[in-house]
């Protein structure tokens, strides 16, 4: 199937374009000329960007349910756990060299780590939502489905309503995981609806929903239906466009979403400390009219670049374990 890679790599990319306007965009060029396209797409995919994504990871992690540990503990779980271990030391060297150079402020790398090993505070977040999704999962398999979705929907409206930051995520998200991953058959469901008139129908239901939910500020379970219907769009564009060869960058991104996500923010903390040094480079961008409405969409074409570039690259001369959970040879018994 080539819609889930499809879903994954249009996931991706709105969650890079995210970071890059929060992390990046707002603070040089929000006001200048085609910055309100970009704030308008990242609130209008606010429903859709992480729903799709756990979505989908749980529509894959289906079969693993039942499998046994043995057999799925090192992709579902060891994997995640030792990435995020590894990148949240790089993060932390990456903090402190930055801070040998005169750029941002004092950091204490071990203290870094001990919070991040408790709660995390960086993107890699969803790494930990991966483990615990799962985990959760399947602990709850012998639980039936409605009282599954029941709890991830109880969950979903309290996190989006009455907490913020890594809570809000995690308690936001896991319906959408739990419902892919116990009922993979809804989700086929929705794949196989993807005439013009069914689409036309989700769209203007999604655009209907996150409209409400952004002109009212009225949560309570609106950003949930928004969240579900979005998915659905999703999921019908997927299978509409996934197959066709225009879609085989999305396809390609989305069999790489684990380096995009551990190397994208990296990209444009480098970018900010680059125009900070040289303002005169951000001056120049913004006085051309042209070149400032595309410069995100160039900047988030090559973020994705670089993020595969250097997985490969490092694949190539030896780095693979910081993308990749290494194998481990036992030794041969002695004869």
Same mark, same amino acid.
């Given at each position: 199937?080539?819609?889930?890679?499809?879903?994954?790599?249009?996931?991706?990319?709105?969650?890079?374009?995210?970071?890059?306007?929060?992390?990046?965009?707002?603070?040089?060029?929000?006001?200048?000329?085609?910055?309100?396209?970009?704030?308008?797409?990242?609130?209008?995919?606010?429903?859709?960007?992480?729903?799709?994504?756990?979505?989908?990871?749980?529509?894959? @992690?289906?079969?693993?349910?039942?499998?046994?540990?043995?057999?799925?503990?090192? =992709?579902?779980?060891?994997?995640?756990?030792?990435?995020?271990?590894?990148?949240?030391?790089?993060?932390?060297?990456?903090?402190?060299?930055? $801070?040998?150079?005169?750029?941002?402020?004092?950091?204490? %790398?071990? =203290?870094?780590?001990?919070?991040?090993?408790?709660?995390?505070?960086?993107?890699?977040?969803?790494?930990?939502?991966?483990?615990?999704?799962?985990?959760?999962?399947?602990?709850?398999?012998?639980?039936?489905?409605?009282?599954?979705?029941?709890?991830?929907?109880? &969950?979903?409206?309290?996190?989006? /309503?009455?907490?913020?930051?890594?809570?809000?995520?995690?308690?936001?998200?896991?319906?959408?995981?739990?419902?892919? @991953?116990?009922? %993979?058959?809804?989700?086929?469901?929705?794949?196989?609806?993807?005439?013009?008139?069914?689409?036309?129908?989700?769209?203007?239901?999604?655009?209907?929903?996150?409209?409400?939910?952004?002109?009212?500020?009225?949560?309570?379970?609106?950003?949930?239906?928004?969240?579900?219907?979005?998915?659905?769009?999703?999921?019908?564009?997927?299978?509409?466009?996934? @197959?066709?060869?225009?879609? @085989?960058?999305?396809?390609?991104?989305?069999?790489?979403?684990?380096?995009?996500?551990?190397?994208?923010?990296?990209?444009?903390?480098?970018?900010?400390?680059?125009?900070?040094?040289?303002?005169?480079?951000? $001056?120049?961008?913004?006085?051309?009219?042209?070149?400032?409405?595309?410069?995100?969409?160039?900047?988030?074409?090559?973020?994705?670049?670089?993020?595969?570039?250097?997985? &490969?690259?490092? /694949?190539?001369?030896?780095?693979?374990?910081?993308?990749?959970? %290494? =194998?481990?040879?036992?030794?041969? &018994?002695?004869?």
């Amino acid at each position: 199937m080539a819609w889930p890679d499809f879903a994954r790599g249009l996931s991706i990319v709105l969650v890079v374009l995210l970071h890059l306007f929060v992390l990046h965009y707002i603070y040089f060029f929000y006001g200048s000329p085609g910055s309100e396209l970009v704030s308008v797409v990242v609130d209008a995919s606010l429903p859709l960007r992480m729903p799709l994504f756990f979505l989908v990871s749980g529509y894959l @992690a289906a079969r693993a349910l039942w499998r046994p540990w043995a057999a799925v503990g090192r =992709r579902r779980v060891w994997l995640l756990v030792y990435l995020y271990g590894v990148w949240i030391v790089l993060n932390a060297l990456f903090d402190l060299a930055r $801070e040998r150079l005169g750029h941002g402020g004092s950091v204490d %790398p071990v =203290r870094f780590v001990a919070e991040n090993l408790i709660e995390p505070q960086t993107a890699l977040w969803y790494l930990y939502a991966l483990v615990v999704f799962f985990l959760v999962t399947r602990l709850t398999r012998s639980w039936s489905l409605g009282a599954v979705l029941a709890l991830g929907i109880a &969950a979903s409206v309290v996190g989006t /309503t009455f907490f913020d930051g890594l809570p809000q995520h995690l308690l936001r998200s896991f319906v959408f995981y739990a419902l892919a @991953a116990r009922a %993979p058959q809804i989700i086929d469901w929705v794949a196989s609806r993807t005439g013009f008139a069914p689409l036309l129908a989700t769209a203007a239901s999604y655009a209907a929903l996150t409209t409400l939910y952004f002109v009212t500020s009225i949560d309570f379970g609106v950003l949930l239906v928004a969240g579900a219907v979005g998915v659905a769009l999703g999921i019908q564009l997927a299978v509409r466009l996934g @197959a066709k060869r225009i879609a @085989a960058p999305f396809r390609y991104l989305g069999r790489h979403t684990l380096a995009i996500f551990l190397v994208h923010p990296f990209v444009f903390v480098l970018v900010n400390d680059f125009f900070l040094e040289f303002p005169e480079a951000a $001056e120049a961008i913004r006085d051309r009219p042209l070149v400032v409405a595309v410069y995100p969409w160039l900047l988030l074409a090559a973020t994705l670049a670089v993020c595969v570039g250097l997985e &490969a690259l490092a /694949t190539r001369i030896g780095l693979g374990f910081l993308f990749t959970l %290494p =194998r481990f040879r036992r030794k041969a &018994a002695a004869r």
